[in-house]
């Protein structure tokens, strides 16, 4: 999906990539109640939840560790396939 914006006479594209998630009846019902309560969509719900996720994720130095390491594997096979 795409969508466009307008501002100050600028147009702004923002792009969104869709996702299917499958959740077991107890966390659909979770879901569904915790979006009403806070007065939003399920999609908006699900939104933030990745967003905290992400932003957990960032701060948490295990992770940030290994994510180091995948990225200089990676580098390593990007240099040997531009040989």
Request: aromatic share 4%.
């Amino acid at each position: 999906m795409v969508i466009f914006l307008m501002v100050r006479d600028t147009i702004l594209r923002m792009e969104h990539k869709a996702f299917t998630v499958r959740l077991d009846p107890d966390q659909a019902a979770d879901l569904e109640a915790a979006a009403a309560a806070d007065g939003i969509s399920i999609a908006e719900a699900i939104r933030q939840a990745v967003a905290d996720r992400i932003e957990a994720r960032r701060q948490d130095p295990a992770f940030q560790t290994r994510i180091r390491s995948i990225m200089e594997q990676n580098q390593r096979v990007l240099e040997r396939l531009a040989e």
